[in-house]
């Protein structure tokens, strides 16, 4: 048998790629703060309903609870360094779109500002939050879908030693 015991860190280098996501929530300076997080899935389509998971120190994820609104925005393969450097960096801190240069931009009926080059963003209300371990689950329904196919997606690999795009086999 080839397979051998492994921690769960190593565990996710192995199921790489990722989708690397950016949760941008509202601060009371009602400034966007961007966190960097390569899981979160559907959950539902029928409501349409997803999940993630943040760290329960996260100044986002305090965020996302105060607030009871998040964006998640799947950052196009141009944002990779700077979407990599905010999770280097506390919203508690620094003010990251603007540390990073990350220009951002408005959606209809949304507090919170995203990213101008995302691929995909998924705005959401908070429905629930179960608490995980050292993480928080946030369970949350789907508000609304915006997209951009010529932005380039952009994956975590090797858990989050590097950023890049994905190429399909046809």
Known sequence: MALKPMT????????????LTLVCTQTPERK?????VSWWTYLSFNPNLIGFA??????????????QKVALAMPGK??????LSCGSVSGRDADKAEKFGIDLT???DCPIQVPVH???????????????GD????LCAVD????????????????YAKLAGAVQEQ
Not at 54 to 67: C, D, I, L, P
Not at 78 to 83: E, F, S
Not at 118 to 132: D, F, G, H, N, P
């Open 8 to 19: 769960l860190g190593q565990a996710s280098k192995f199921t790489s790629p990722n989708p």
């Open 54 to 67: 943040m760290n329960k120190a996260s100044y986002s994820g305090e965020m996302v609870r105060q607030n």
């Open 118 to 132: 995302s691929r995909v963003v998924i705005q959401c209300s908070l429905q629930q939050t179960v608490e995980a």
């Open 135 to 138: 993480h928080y689950l946030y």
């Open 106 to 108: 408005s959606l209809p």
């Open 78 to 83: 141009d944002l990779a360094q700077a979407a």
């Open 32 to 36: 966007t703060n961007l966190a960097a």
């Open 144 to 159: 609304q879908v915006y997209g951009d196919p010529a932005e380039q997606a952009l994956f975590a690999w090797n858990g």
